[in-house]
């Protein structure tokens, strides 16, 4: 450029308009454009005209002159405006008549008034080629205001905001597609529109939740994954809903096509059944429904990139498997066979989440998601995110399902990208999926492209749409089917024949006739059921320790560096660790032995959660904090016997999306511990769904084996409703087929040994959740802690009898069986009592589910008075492990089972601290029966 500046394009009243400026710049930098205030920046002050007299004294001696600025202004404006808000006008829907808010005359300006401006004055890095106002005026109308639109200006970054403008603005992301490409693109269009004419012509009236009206769904999905293939990325990772869901498992997971007939061949007669099909109902396992279902494929890109590509797994509740889908990529970037915290490469694997238009900004759990996306624990470098618009939820339109103009506006909120672009125009859509990639990649952030277009049939093929929506079908009906669309534009440009065009379609049907005639004339293929084992699990798996290896690693997880400050009252409780190994360890020191135990055989471990890097109830400890630098150090990553990596982290205030994390994550991380745990039992209210239809059925429905943990607090302290109960009564009713192991435990041993055969069925088919009630003002009970020689020798228990009366089973006549806090209390008001009652035997019921019935056969035997079996709880008689524990107690014996707890209530417990001590005094009162007459046989005190 040499020695030219930017003032030489100004002259006349422009040059004064820019000098005016100038004095607002110098009074307050922050009132100027961003890009005029760099133009000050660089340059410095305009020149005054050569007399001396600056534009503004001028000015007031010519009307003339005040009415050029007042067109340099509206023209400033005009730019402005088209930069910021020509979304408005884009012609983004198939359907609507767009705004027309960048007409001219609105603006008090003509085609005559912008070409006598220079183009710097209204966009100061306009292209020397650039002459004009009205040739700035027309680039970026064609930029900003077609078939696609943009929204970049609530992003504070200002690095990537003026990357994302000038991409659009130079069209540096911006290639033209060669003709190849285009008869290419028109090919997987083809594969999808027929894909779905021939479900609808074959399988009449049957859901299948078609994506036509949105078929560039396949192509653009198809050109992330290419693009992930040319860079490396090893796995790309893609949650959607029902929605084109058959078609992206065709044309993107390479589902056989006579696999997906044979579904709907197989399915229930929908008249004789009311039923949605499920081809596993046919055969005997529970399977679930076509279009719930996700796929695994390797692809390889021309011979030499190699990716895994999965759909996953997704029930009915939609967005819920978004949160879950960022766990298996999180998991796919990480390398564990690490000591200290895995190592993440987010250049590894990225995933891709189809949402709908309706669920994006009416689930909360899509906010709940977004929100992790940049948080140290759980972000993956940045989500494609694609709004499959169809413009209607259900029935629902969208004025009636939002609060917003878009359905993409929640993103916002999050400085996502928003790219809108029309459904009916592939090649923008092309286009979209080039700048939200190259985002992904340059910023390492979550990227959104609306896909607007509609739907072309009813929510599903045996709805009617008409009945709610008469307009918009009507239009519908008559709009052309995409394919149509591009084969007409590429006709025009000479690009493709109608012969092409023609035999491109019939090699496409003739391939499902194919796979379809296949499908009928083969015999169908049996399911394999799945053999479900009914046998009580047997813990055979040594869970013990030597104890010369506990005291060393105990060293170690008590050891911090030279000159690291650990807070003084902490310290003091972290020392009483070094000699509790001589005396008794508490249920916190006894997870960091498991820990440490389970590191060093070589599994790694992962956990999550609110507070827990200390714990709720400050018990935990394992990340420390030097309270005079505020620097941080976490032993169970500096453990020299540790073969594996160990990552704690703080979860944000989400249940719902953390939980799915942390499913998503155990799914794909097959050889990892993976532990949440809920600050109360009650949160796990919150993620109630992904309980429900993932962690649950997850292996009946899908074969999709987990191994997660889940810690949920529980216990009555008298602390009032909230944070009382876990809900164990949840769990159990959800238990069925050995899908998860629950427990209710009452020793640190008894979860030292849980935890290390939970870490032992890492990576096999025994592999199972595991639902953990764990303690409160248990943690620093003495009487749940536990002696080193129960961790070196022996392993878990499914019942503990109660310590020191063993000896009452023969002559007992009342078998008492517990579980949980409430043996902690028994025992206590026993030994309060100082009671020898040789009638009463107390067994703690460790396990719930899968139900011990073997030894508490074998149990039983050894009881030959006894005359009745009491469950007591703590719950009240709805909730807790009674509805679940007494048909299988009754099974067990013909002597009576009955009940003492709380009677039938709606809320979990008292409000008062003083109405549950009298709750908790009358429980244990009734446990034990005692009365004037029996006390003193008994050898007690007797209650007043």
């Given at each position: 450029m040499?020695?030219?500046?930017?003032?030489?394009?100004?002259?006349?009243?422009?040059l004064?308009?820019?000098?005016?400026?100038?004095?607002q710049?110098?009074q307050?930098r922050?009132?100027?454009?961003?890009?005029?205030?760099?133009?000050?920046?660089?340059?410095?002050?305009?020149?005054?005209?050569?007399?001396?007299?600056?534009?503004?004294?001028?000015?007031q001696?010519?009307?003339?002159?005040l009415?050029?600025?007042?067109?340099?202004?509206?023209a400033f404006?005009?730019?402005?405006n088209?930069r910021?808000?020509?979304h408005?006008?884009?012609?983004?829907?198939?359907?609507?008549?767009?705004?027309?808010?960048?007409?001219?005359?609105?603006?008090?300006?003509?085609?005559?008034?912008?070409q006598?401006?220079?183009?710097?004055?209204?966009?100061?890095?306009?292209?020397?080629?650039?002459?004009?106002?009205?040739d700035?005026?027309?680039?970026?109308?064609?930029?900003?205001?077609?078939?696609?639109?943009?929204?970049?200006?609530?992003?504070?970054?200002?690095?990537?905001?003026?990357?994302?403008?000038?991409?659009?603005v130079?069209?540096?992301?911006?290639?033209?597609?060669?003709?190849?490409?285009?008869?290419?693109?028109l090919?997987?269009?083809?594969?999808?529109?027929?894909?779905?004419?021939?479900?609808?012509?074959?399988?009449?009236?049957?859901?299948r939740?078609?994506?036509?009206?949105?078929?560039?769904?396949?192509?653009?999905?198809?050109?992330?994954i290419r693009?992930?293939?040319?860079?490396g990325?090893?796995?790309?990772?893609?949650?959607?809903?029902?929605?084109?869901r058959?078609?992206?498992?065709?044309?993107?997971?390479?589902?056989?096509?006579?696999?997906?007939?044979?579904e709907?061949?197989?399915?229930?007669?929908?008249?004789?059944?009311?039923?949605?099909?499920?081809?596993?109902?046919?055969?005997?396992?529970?399977?679930?429904?076509?279009?719930?279902?996700?796929?695994?494929?390797e692809?390889?890109e021309d011979?030499s990139?190699?990716?895994?590509?999965?759909?996953a797994?997704?029930?009915?509740?939609?967005?819920?498997v978004?949160?879950?889908?960022?766990?298996?990529?999180?998991?796919?970037?990480?390398?564990?066979?690490?000591?200290?915290?895995?190592?993440?490469?987010?250049?590894?694997?990225?995933?891709?989440?189809?949402?709908g238009?309706?669920?994006?900004p009416?689930?909360g759990?899509?906010?709940?998601?977004l929100?992790?996306?940049?948080?140290?624990?759980?972000?993956?470098?940045?989500?494609?995110?694609?709004?499959?618009?169809?413009?209607?939820?259900f029935?629902t339109?969208?004025e009636?399902?939002?609060?917003?103009?878009y359905?993409?506006?929640l993103?916002?909120?999050?400085?996502?990208?928003?790219?809108?672009?029309?459904?009916?125009?592939?090649n923008?859509?092309?286009?979209?999926i080039?700048?939200?990639?190259?985002?992904?990649?340059?910023?390492?952030?979550?990227?959104?492209?609306?896909?607007?277009?509609?739907?072309?049939?009813?929510?599903?093929?045996?709805?009617?749409?008409?009945?709610?929506?008469p307009l918009?079908?009507?239009?519908?009906?008559?709009?052309?089917?995409?394919?149509?669309?591009?084969?007409?534009?590429?006709l025009?440009?000479?690009i493709?024949?109608e012969?092409?065009?023609?035999?491109m379609?019939?090699?496409?049907?003739?391939q499902?006739?194919?796979?379809?005639?296949?499908?009928?004339?083969?015999?169908?293929?049996?399911?394999?059921?799945?053999?479900?084992?009914?046998?009580?699990?047997?813990f055979?798996v040594?869970?013990?320790?030597?104890?010369?290896?506990?005291?060393?690693?105990?060293?170690?997880?008590?050891?911090?560096?030279?000159?690291f400050?650990?807070?003084?009252?902490?310290?003091?409780?972290?020392?009483?660790r070094?000699?509790?190994?001589?005396g008794?360890?508490?249920?916190?020191?006894?997870?960091?032995?498991?820990?440490?135990?389970?590191?060093a055989?070589?599994?790694p471990?992962?956990?999550?959660?609110?507070d827990?890097?200390?714990?709720?109830?400050?018990?935990?400890?394992?990340?420390?904090?030097?309270?005079?630098?505020?620097?941080?150090?976490?032993?169970?990553?500096?453990?020299?016997?540790?073969?594996?990596?160990f990552?704690?982290?703080n979860?944000?205030?989400?249940?719902?999306?953390?939980?799915?994390?942390?499913?998503g994550y155990?799914?794909?991380?097959?050889?990892?511990?993976?532990?949440?745990?809920?600050?109360?039992?009650?949160?796990?209210?919150?993620?109630?769904?992904?309980i429900?239809?993932?962690?649950?059925?997850?292996?009946?429905?899908?074969r999709?084996?987990?191994?997660?943990?889940?810690?949920?607090?529980?216990?009555?302290?008298?602390?009032?409703?909230e944070?009382?109960n876990?809900?164990?009564?949840?769990f159990?009713?959800?238990?069925?087929?050995q899908?998860?192991?629950?427990?209710n435990?009452?020793?640190?041993?008894?979860?030292f040994?849980?935890?290390?055969?939970?870490?032992?069925?890492?990576?096999?088919?025994?592999?199972?959740?595991l639902?953990?009630?764990?303690?409160?003002?248990?943690?620093?009970?003495?009487?749940?802690?536990?002696?080193?020689?129960?961790?070196?020798?022996?392993?878990?228990?499914?019942?503990?009898e109660?310590?020191?009366?063993?000896g009452?089973?023969?002559?007992?006549?009342?078998l008492i069986?517990?579980?949980g806090?409430i043996?902690?209390?028994?025992?206590?008001?026993?030994?309060?009592?100082?009671?020898?009652?040789?009638?009463?035997?107390?067994v703690?019921?460790?396990?719930?589910?899968?139900?011990?019935?073997?030894?508490?056969?074998?149990?039983?035997t050894?009881?030959?008075?006894?005359?009745?079996i009491?469950w007591?709880?703590?719950?009240?008689q709805?909730?807790?492990?009674?509805?679940y524990?007494e048909?299988?107690?009754?099974?067990?014996?013909?002597?009576?089972?009955?009940?003492?707890?709380?009677?039938?209530?709606?809320?979990?417990?008292?409000?008062?601290?003083?109405?549950?001590?009298a709750?908790?005094?009358?429980?244990?009162?009734?446990?034990?029966?005692?009365?004037?007459?029996?006390?003193?046989?008994?050898?007690?005190?007797?209650?007043?």
């Open positions: 040499g020695s030219k500046t930017p003032w030489q394009d100004f002259y006349g009243p422009n004064g308009y820019v000098q005016q400026l100038y004095e710049y110098l307050d922050a009132s100027i454009d961003q890009e005029v205030r760099s133009l000050f920046d660089r340059w410095g002050a305009p020149p005054e005209y050569p007399d001396g007299e600056s534009y503004p004294e001028k000015m001696q010519s009307s003339d002159d009415a050029i600025m007042k067109k340099v202004v509206a404006k005009l730019v402005q088209i910021i808000n020509g408005l006008a884009a012609k983004t829907n198939p359907f609507a008549n767009e705004e027309q808010v960048f007409n001219l005359s609105k603006y008090g300006l003509s085609k005559e008034d912008l006598a401006i220079p183009a710097k004055i209204v966009w100061s890095k306009a292209p020397d080629e650039f002459h004009t106002a009205w700035v005026m027309m680039h970026l109308r064609d930029a900003y205001i077609g078939s696609t639109a943009y929204q970049f200006m609530h992003i504070n970054n200002v690095e990537e905001r003026h990357w994302l403008n000038h991409m659009v130079t069209g540096a992301l911006k290639r033209i597609l060669t003709n190849e490409e285009q008869v290419s693109l090919k997987k269009l083809t594969e999808a529109d027929e894909f779905e004419q021939f479900l609808h012509r074959t399988f009449v009236g049957q859901k939740f078609s994506i036509e009206g949105l078929e560039m769904l396949v192509p653009m999905i198809d050109e992330l693009q992930g293939a040319h860079d990325v090893r796995h790309v990772l893609i949650g959607m809903a029902h929605r084109g058959l078609n992206v498992l065709a044309h993107i997971l390479g589902k056989p096509y006579e696999k997906i007939f044979s709907f061949h197989h399915s229930p007669n929908k008249e004789l059944v009311p039923s949605e099909g499920s081809i596993g109902m046919n055969y005997g396992w529970t399977g679930d429904v076509k279009y719930h279902l996700g796929a695994d494929r692809i390889e011979h990139a190699r990716l895994r590509v999965t759909l797994n997704n029930p009915s509740h939609l967005e819920f978004d949160s879950v889908v960022e766990g298996y990529t999180r998991a796919a970037q990480e390398d564990r066979q690490v000591a200290g915290p895995p190592q993440q490469d987010i250049t590894k694997a990225f995933a891709i989440l189809v949402h238009d309706a669920a994006f009416g689930e759990i899509v906010a709940e998601t929100n992790l996306s940049r948080l140290r624990g759980y972000h993956t470098g940045g989500t494609i995110h694609i709004i499959a618009n169809n413009q209607i939820g029935t339109e969208s009636d399902s939002r609060s917003t103009r359905a993409s506006d993103a916002k909120g999050f400085e996502i990208p928003i790219v809108h672009v029309n459904a009916d125009d592939p923008a859509c092309i286009q979209a080039y700048l939200a990639y190259e985002y992904r990649k340059t910023f390492k952030k979550d990227f959104l492209i609306d896909l607007i277009g509609y739907r072309r049939y009813g929510h599903n093929e045996m709805d009617d749409p008409n009945v709610t929506q918009l079908y009507a239009k519908v009906a008559k709009h052309p089917r995409i394919p149509a669309l591009y084969i007409d534009k590429l025009q440009n000479g493709i024949s012969q092409a065009v023609n035999e379609k019939q090699n496409v049907r003739e499902l006739n194919y796979a379809y005639e296949k499908m009928k004339n083969e015999e169908k293929e049996q399911e394999t059921q799945v053999q479900i084992n009914q046998d009580v699990e047997e055979n040594n869970t013990s320790v030597p104890a010369a290896k506990l005291t060393e690693l105990n060293k170690e997880i008590l050891a911090s560096p030279e000159g400050s650990v807070y003084p009252k902490l310290e003091k409780i972290l020392q009483r070094v000699d509790a190994l001589h008794s360890i508490d249920w916190a020191h006894a997870e960091t032995l498991a820990f440490a135990t389970i590191l055989d070589g599994i471990i992962r956990m999550t959660g609110q827990t890097e200390r714990g709720t109830f400050a018990q935990r400890h394992v990340v420390l904090h030097d309270y005079r630098t505020g620097k941080s150090f976490t032993p169970l990553q500096h453990l020299s016997q540790a073969r594996a990596s990552a704690v982290y979860s944000p205030l989400s249940e719902a999306s953390v939980l799915g994390f942390e499913y155990d799914v794909l991380a097959r050889d990892t511990l993976v532990l949440w745990e809920a600050q109360f039992g009650d949160f796990a209210n919150a993620a109630q769904v992904h429900d239809t993932f962690l649950a059925p997850g292996r009946a429905k899908w999709q084996n987990s191994n997660l943990v889940l810690l949920l607090p529980h216990g009555y302290e008298g602390q009032g409703a944070h009382s876990a809900r164990p009564e949840r159990l009713q959800l238990s069925g087929e899908n998860w192991t629950v427990a435990l009452t020793s640190a041993a008894q979860y040994h849980l935890l290390r055969w939970q870490a032992s069925r890492v990576g096999t088919e025994d592999a199972r959740p639902i953990l009630m764990t303690p409160k003002s248990l943690l620093r009970n003495p009487r749940a802690a536990s002696r080193l020689t129960e961790f070196s020798e022996g392993g878990f228990k499914q019942l503990l109660q310590p020191g009366l063993e009452n089973a023969k002559s007992a006549e009342r069986l517990c579980s806090k043996a902690i209390d028994l025992e206590a008001e026993w030994e309060k009592l100082q009671l020898n009652n040789k009638t009463i035997h107390i703690r019921v460790e396990q719930l589910y899968p139900f011990p019935a073997k030894a508490l056969r074998q149990l039983i050894r009881c030959k008075q006894f005359k009745e009491v007591v709880q703590e719950e009240p709805n909730m807790g492990a009674w509805s524990i048909p299988q107690l009754r099974t067990l014996s013909q002597v009576p089972v009955r009940y003492i707890g709380r009677p039938v209530r709606s809320s979990p417990a008292e409000g008062s601290p003083e109405v549950h001590k709750e908790q005094h009358r429980i244990l009162k009734e446990a034990f029966l005692l009365t004037e007459s029996n006390a003193v046989k008994a050898g007690g005190q007797a209650y007043e």
